[in-house]
Nanobody
Framework: QVQLVESGGGLVQAGGSLRLSCAAT????????MGWYRQAPGKQRDLVAAITSGGTANYADSVKGRFTISRDNGKNTVSLQMNDLKSEDTAVYYC???????????????WGQGTQVTVSS
């Protein structure tokens, strides 16, 4: 059984920082991309940042220069360091992992339960 467990959300003032972490557990044989998405009330879920197993990262334009994604392949964890937070960053943040699971090596796309980030202005 595959599970993504997130931590690190909370309330912060504008200009502050938060760090989100996500651990992927279960019968993964390999994980390709890991990333973070966010969904604000009444809006669609959008990509914030993603990183491949080789370390190539991409970011939404709105967070470039402020957020940094990192990954530990050995531990199947991904983190998102968020600096200079703005009120428009307020959303539920979801961890995502795309990979293959045992015993069938089936390819799947998995989501965490979400963690709330609230930035007060």
């Amino acid at each position: 059984q595959v599970q993504l467990v997130e931590s690190g959300g909370g309330l912060v003032q504008a200009g502050g920082s938060l760090r989100l972490s996500c651990a992927a557990t279960g019968s993964f044989s390999s994980i390709n991309a890991m990333g973070w998405y966010r969904q604000a009330p009444g809006k669609q879920r959008d990509l914030v940042a993603a990183i491949t197993s080789g370390g190539t990262a991409n970011y939404a334009d709105s967070v470039k220069g402020r957020f940094t994604i990192s990954r530990d392949n050995g531990k199947n964890t991904v983190s998102l360091q968020m600096n200079d937070l703005k009120s428009e960053d307020t959303a539920v943040y979801y961890c995502n992992a795309e990979g293959y699971t045992l015993p069938t090596f089936a390819r799947g796309n998995y989501w965490g339960q979400g963690t709330q980030v609230t930035v007060s202005s």
